[in-house]
């Protein structure tokens, strides 16, 4: 058997490693990557260098990774349960607790929920089932991932591949997808609602091609639960009225929501027990512990407050005030992520150096996180930043760059309305 033809078809760990190496190495050297930090203030950090800073790349977009309740909820969940977990499979024995929390996570996002360990191990778990064709009445889905879709679920294209056909297609290219679905029996798309190095997902006419051919959707939003939508709901599921048997919803719980966990939001009743039973590591591996739990619990009650629209709004707020200031491809959207592009991995890594030593912590991110040549000052707001540390930060950004050949300023500030006003 020629081995060579079986291997590699999706991944090519050998490769990234040869190319992303010595970027990683130089990271290190100028001491952007390996820090070990202490919290000094709310999103403040000392590092093992004695420098202080603000987490300018934080997925955190609300700052409710700090909020009182929440921290407090998780200790005295612990304290009045009287264990972290039960030492079994959550789909033999579970915490009645965790029941609690995944009913008010469904009352939440008014969609049939589980909660997972992680957004990965709920990926990890679902995409080869989905692949299997057991959630589309034992057909074999096609399944078509978006060449951005998140390492989370893109590493799972050999399992995938081992159950049905996977296919890579351009990024947001509908065309590509309906093409496809004209050729196939039956498809499965499988992509970012927000993309973790910037952009959205083109809904509308995703959700065009599945009322037109059925293709099952199985969307990633991690990027955008808590941050948009009404209570938090998210880019993806407030644009979809309700979730029906060819949707699977997956987002992070350890971003904006501040906590920890993942969640799975499923449109047909039998998917949420099937995923219960053979979801891989979302059964056979830990559950949320009880601290997660008792956090969980606290940031449903905050979405369904008032205090969740006031830190959206305060987002919107810093999100207008850093595109007033510095000009990216993400300008104008209400989503969090800013890529600052630099072009060389070195640049990149010179200017993350430069704002770490000067009172800002960002990530460089080069290849494989984004394409070659395209390296970038990752900066992510929230809603807990003050203007004043926005205005410095720009500018702190905006000079050194400028005085490396690379001029961010705006050329014209867009009075364009925010698409989070339309969400
Ligand atoms: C889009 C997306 N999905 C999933 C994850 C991973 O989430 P978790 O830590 O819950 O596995 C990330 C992590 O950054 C992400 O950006």
Redesign the pocket.
């Given at each position: 058997m020629n081995t060579e033809k079986t291997k590699n078809n999706f991944i090519n760990y050998k490769k990234v490693v040869s190319l992303a190496n010595e970027n990683w190495q130089e990271a290190e050297m100028r001491k952007i990557s390996g820090l070990s930090v202490d919290v000094a203030g709310q999103n403040y950090l000392h590092d093992q260098y004695g420098r202080h800073f603000y987490h300018f790349c934080t997925?955190s977009y609300l700052g409710l990774d700090y909020h009182p309740t929440i921290l407090a909820s998780a200790i005295s969940a612990i304290q009045e349960t009287g264990t972290l977990r039960i030492a079994n499979s959550k789909n033999r024995c579970k915490l009645a607790i965790l029941d609690v929390f995944e009913q008010e996570l469904s009352e939440l996002f008014e969609v049939s929920c589980l909660s997972?360990?992680?957004?990965?191990?709920?990926?990890s778990g679902i995409l080869p089932l989905l692949a299997s064709g057991v959630l589309t009445d034992n057909v074999s889905p096609t399944m078509v991932f978006d060449k951005f879709?998140?390492?989370?679920?893109n590493h799972l294209k050999p399992s995938c591949a081992d159950e049905t056909e996977v296919i890579t297609a351009p990024h947001n290219d509908m065309n590509y997808l309906e093409d496809i679905c004209k050729k196939h029996h039956k498809v499965a798309y499988i992509a970012?609602?927000?993309?973790?190095m910037g952009g959205i997902a083109d809904i509308d006419s995703i959700m065009y091609l599945k009322e037109k051919y059925g293709i099952f959707l199985y969307l990633?939003?991690?990027?955008s639960i808590s941050a948009l939508g009404q209570n938090g709901k998210g880019y993806v599921r407030t644009k979809m009225k309700e979730l029906d048997d060819n949707v699977i919803i997956?987002?992070?719980?350890?971003?904006s929501f501040g906590c920890?966990?993942?969640v799975v939001m499923f449109g047909d009743d039998a998917h949420t027990k099937f995923v219960h039973r053979y979801g891989g590591p979302s059964n056979w591996s830990q559950s949320l512990n009880v601290a997660a739990i008792g956090a969980g619990l606290a940031s449903v009650k905050i979405h369904s407050s008032s205090e969740l629209t006031l830190l959206q709004q305060k987002l919107q707020n810093n999100i207008r005030q850093f595109d007033a200031a510095i000009q990216t491809e993400q300008s104008g959207s209400p989503t969090a992520i800013r890529l600052i592009r630099c072009g060389e991995s070195g640049l990149a890594n010179k200017a993350a150096e430069y704002l770490a030593n000067h009172g800002f912590f960002t990530s460089a991110v080069f290849f494989p996180v984004v394409p070659q040549g395209k390296a970038a000052i990752r900066v992510t707001l929230r809603a807990d930043m003050r203007s004043e540390i926005i205005t410095e930060f720009c500018s702190l950004i905006s000079d050194f760059l400028l005085s490396h050949g690379i001029d961010i300023k705006p050329e014209k500030i867009s009075s364009a309305p925010l698409l989070a006003e339309k969400i």
């Open positions: 997925t997972t360990l992680s957004c990965s191990s709920a990926s879709s998140h390492y989370s679920m970012d609602g927000v993309y973790s990633d939003d991690s990027h997956v987002a992070s719980l350890a971003k920890s966990g993942g």
